[in-house]
């Protein structure tokens, strides 16, 4: 996935949130290497009658290391996935001890429900969450060339 501006990365290897203030920083360079990403989301934000992606100024006192604030593997996520898109169909979360079939035929059964939760639509390979809050995840045709829906970091919260 690409970084997030002004907070969170998520790697490849399992979904770690990160605390990144020196990505900040960079999108104020004239060499910013996120400009291309955040014209996009800022296109999909602003055609859905949203503010663009808030970039923040140097803030005093912040050192610019990168440090990791949380994370969790696949699995995890899978499985909490599954039990959200239980809860929101109104259906009864069961343990299960693997999901198979069984989360993709939810998927499948539950699409337009599934695209409009930020937690259960999104590409864990790609796309990205943003500080900004909406109340369903963004995607049209560029987000999508560019490897996902537009996730709310807000609208992700529980």
Not at 10 to 35: E, G, I, K, T
Not at 58 to 73: I, K, N, Q, R, T
Request: glycine share 8%; net charge negative.
């Amino acid at each position: 996935m690409p970084v997030a501006p002004t907070g969170s990365e998520h790697s490849l290897v399992a979904c770690d949130l990160w605390l990144v203030p020196l990505v900040d920083v960079l999108c104020h360079s004239p060499d910013n290497p996120f400009s291309e990403e955040i014209a996009t989301y800022d296109k999909a934000l602003t055609d859905a009658g949203l503010p663009p992606v808030p970039v923040f100024s140097y803030m005093p006192g912040l050192s610019g290391d990168v440090a990791p604030v949380a994370g969790f593997d696949y699995d995890a996520l899978h499985f909490l996935r599954r039990a959200y898109l239980l809860h929101l169909c109104g259906l009864e979360v069961t343990p299960v001890d693997e999901l198979g079939g069984d989360y993709e035929q939810l998927l499948e059964m539950f699409e337009q429900a599934a695209q409009q939760s930020h937690l259960v639509w999104h590409y864990d390979h790609a796309g990205a969450y943003v500080p900004v809050d909406f109340p369903h995840p963004l995607s049209d045709e560029e987000l999508l060339d560019g490897g996902g829906p537009l996730g709310s970091s807000h609208g992700c919260l529980l």
